[in-house]
């Protein structure tokens, strides 16, 4: 079987994950001809393109193959570095710090629940990425093996990934109080919930519309959309007035208790269940970041009915 330099196998990497060769050269420390001259030789080595040289720059399904594989070799670091740490603390450590432990979390967990999870691993150095995306795609990116582990929405394991519910994340829709007096007095029905503006995290976000077929019973709903892309940021645009939005109750609880936003349908709420997916190996790095994350799941969301 042959064997890969672990420092092309690093380049390949981090050309895809900073975008570009040049900043590929910045992270490691090297020159830019030294990470085109180290591509060029696992190509070879290879026997096939590892990227797309288009813009942007994208791994060919080899490449992902190869990127998954130095993410592999980076936990299978990180697990050394921690071992030795145990059996000799004051030694130096072996990682680089050009190496990420990457997942991918949904804003809204982000924004919520995760970050707390982390603190502990975070402090004792683990070099962790965390990647933001909706929580309808962020297993696209453990399926790609850009990461170690996702937390998403869908509830069926990947091929070579074990899988775990973590519960479920419930939303409510708020208003600004003058906001909902002069557009919503008696809360969203069905006569107007089409003229109010949602705000949304992106175009990808459907809880929106989740949320009203849902509460209304309807196949299909057109809604007037504004988008911010962080779930802070949706909080401010409702709190300045730009319309309704579908939010964690977890986000905006205390905001309601004083009385700075409004639940605007207070029969309604949408549950999304949550799930942890990550690669199917033994590593006590990925068994730390699966415990953290059950650990504060089980203290912030609902367990299924």
Not at 106 to 120: M, R, V
Not at 279 to 284: E, G, I, V, Y
Request: net charge neutral; with cysteine; hydrophobic share 45%.
């Amino acid at each position: 079987m042959s064997t890969f330099d672990p420092d092309a196998l690093e380049c390949l990497a981090a050309i895809v994950e900073e975008g570009g060769f040049e900043r590929a050269a910045q992270r490691l420390s090297i020159t830019q001809s030294a990470v085109s001259q180290r591509l060029r030789a696992l190509e070879a080595q290879v026997g096939t393109v590892l990227i797309v040289r288009s813009r942007p720059l994208k791994a060919t399904p080899a490449g992902q193959l190869m990127i998954k594989h130095a993410k592999m070799m980076r936990l299978l670091r990180a697990d050394l570095e921690k071992d030795l740490k145990e059996l000799a603390p004051s030694s130096a450590a072996t990682g680089r710090g050009e190496e990420r432990i990457s997942v991918a979390i949904n804003a809204d967990s982000i924004a919520t629940w995760a970050l707390p999870a982390l603190n502990e691993l975070a402090r004792a150095g683990l070099p962790v990425e965390i990647i933001a995306d909706d929580q309808e795609f962020t297993h696209e990116w453990l399926r790609e093996g850009q990461v170690l582990g996702c937390v998403t929405s869908l509830g069926q394991a990947l091929r070579g990934c074990r899988m775990e519910p973590l519960g479920v994340m419930d939303y409510v829709l708020i208003a600004q109080p003058d906001f909902a007096r002069e557009h919503c007095p008696r809360g969203l029905n069905t006569q107007n919930f089409h003229r109010l503006p949602f705000i949304a995290f992106n175009r990808k976000d459907h809880l929106q519309h989740a949320f009203v077929s849902e509460a209304f019973g309807l196949q299909r709903v057109l809604l007037k959309q504004r988008f911010v892309p962080s779930s802070e940021g949706q909080v401010r645009a409702v709190l300045a007035g730009w319309g309704v939005s579908v939010v964690p109750w977890l986000l905006v609880r205390e905001l309601i208790e004083r009385g700075e936003l409004v639940n605007a349908a207070p029969k309604h709420r949408l549950g999304v269940a949550l799930h942890w997916h990550c690669w199917n190996l033994s590593s006590d790095v990925l068994d730390g970041l699966s415990a953290a994350l059950r650990a504060a799941a089980k203290l912030s969301l609902r367990s299924p009915a």
